[in-house]
């Protein structure tokens, strides 16, 4: 294992001191572990807080600010955050109408975040979840029960956060996000695995002419393992698995998400990009937005996920809405 | 009759438990889980008894709370909220001075609910509810003989419960994923639950009825 890191142990905190150091907008707890705005929430508006295992950055500590989330809680990494840190972070950030968590389906997040629904309502501050699962990949994996929750949390936390900043209700804003969940659809392949500072060695082996289609975000194995091939039959098979799962029609828009794991240029990531227009164009189906970058990352994984968000109006302009962070910014 | 100090008691017990038994409960869950249960009970009861160290309590459903509490806080995983949320359930049934036989009957169910109410896991799907179920059962059936003959019933019921997991297969946790390779093993939750049993057994046959 090489990486730029003091002690396995110290990985989540050192990084967080330095996340305090490179964002004054943000409030760093480095004890509690939970990432906040340093701005109070406005009073009345409703507050989204997600969080889940590091390893996956700029989700979620990236996506604080205006216009998103108002505190992440980090796990360790790969691990889930406990009920502590949830709840704190949601009496922090309540602005006395309610607040929504964000949460991805794998069972360790699902529990803490349920349990700190529960000691939340008993502190005052009422909760609904909105549980992700947009990843066709597998029914069930190593981590989870049910479908996993990738790329679409983005879309989630971005629609809703700006629905939230708008003045919408708790309800409201729970039931978009669920909306925005349930129009999403996810696909991951990777070309390498990753390695986590405290296991020190890759994940899983996969040889140097095979990739894991259908990879889940821990390097959690997906559909098959095949040997590498033109970025273009991998985007396209990729693709056939998210619109067999959800049917996209001639004439229908969609945000899309070409997301790189943590170890893949953009050079590769453009010509993924410029594979799923070009076969979206062919079916009629329209991009109306898109992002490509590095933003659901597995440590050091190779390889991409493509989400599709299918759009309307009221979802483009929330997507269009100002938002502020560290990874996500247009519109201030 | 469980006080303060017994339940202060009980949690050590257990804490000491799971020291001894660390290894065994990890070796458990590193056939058919991910092979971390026994250190994660580990980390979080000793952070119980750091949470307990000097921490003053009239009801023995204050040192519950605590407990649950922190294990919730230090725990992670499933097991973390799972073992925290009973622990509360439990402390929010004990808030008299001194808990009888019956109380106790009614905070070790309050205890199974809260577990199946966030893992959802039934009876036979090879998780800690095959051990707790029986074991509260048993307690219940029991609790007209005074809360150290009922406990050591309970115990009883658990260990057994908790052996009776290996030809099981899993159908909620971790192991389920497993499917069938999932037989033959036993659960480590069913033997972390068996633990929390025999030690309060133990401390109550130590003390006064």
Known sequence: MKKLINSPDEVVADALVGV?????????????????????????????????????????????????????????????????????????????????????NYTGDVLNFQLAAELAEEEGV???????????????????????????????????????????SLAEVAALGRRVNAASRSFA??????????????????????IEVGVGIHGEPGRSREKIRPAREIVADALAAILADQPLESGEEVIALVNGMGATPLLELYIVYGEVAALLSARGVRIARNLVGNYVTSLD?????????????????LWDAPVDTPALRWGV | MLDADGARAWVL??????????????????????????????????AVVEALDGFDAATPGEVLKKAGMTLISSVGGASGP?????????????????ADAGQ?????????????RLGAAQVGDKTMVDAWAPASAAFAAEAVRGPAAASATAARAAEEAALGTVPLQAHKGRASYLGERSIGHQDPGATSTALLFRTLADVLAGGPE
């Not at chain 2, 106790?104 to 199946?116: H, I, N, P, R, S």
Request: aromatic residues 4%.
């Open chain 1, 20 to 104: 305090a150091a490179a964002h004054p907008s943000l409030r760093v707890d480095v004890k509690e572990r939970v990432v906040s705005r340093a701005a109070q929430t406005r009073v009345g508006k409703v507050a989204l807080v997600s969080g889940g295992g590091s390893g996956h950055e700029p989700l979620h500590g990236g996506f604080v600010g205006l216009g998103m989330l108002d505190a992440a809680c980090p796990g360790e990494v790969f691990t889930s955050p406990v009920p502590g840190q949830m709840l704190t972070a949601a009496q922090r950030v309540d602005g006395g109408a309610g607040v929504v968590f964000v949460v991805k």
């Open chain 1, 126 to 168: 009422p909760v609904q979840t909105v549980l992700v699962d947009d990843d066709v990949a597998v029914q069930d994996s190593t981590y989870t029960a049910g479908r996993r929750g990738t790329g679409a949390t983005l879309f989630v936390e971005k629609i809703a956060g700006a629905a939230a900043e708008r003045g919408d």
């Open chain 1, 189 to 210: 392949v990777a070309l390498t695995s990753c390695t986590t500072p405290a296991a020190g060695r890759p994940g899983f082996d996969l040889p140097e002419d095979e």
């Open chain 1, 301 to 317: 994984m190779a390889g991409v996920s493509i989400t599709l968000c299918r759009a309307d109006a009221e979802l483009l302009a």
């Open chain 2, 13 to 46: 017990a257990l804490a000491e438990a799971v020291e001894q038994t660390c290894e065994q409960l990890t070796s458990l869950d590193a056939a058919i889980g991910d092979g971390d249960h026994g250190t994660n009970m580990r980390r979080g009861l000793r």
């Open chain 2, 82 to 98: 799972l073992y925290g949320s009973a622990f509360r359930a439990m402390g929010k049934a004990l808030d008299t001075p001194q």
């Open chain 2, 104 to 116: 106790l009957a009614g905070a070790f169910a309050a205890g199974l609910e809260a577990v199946q």
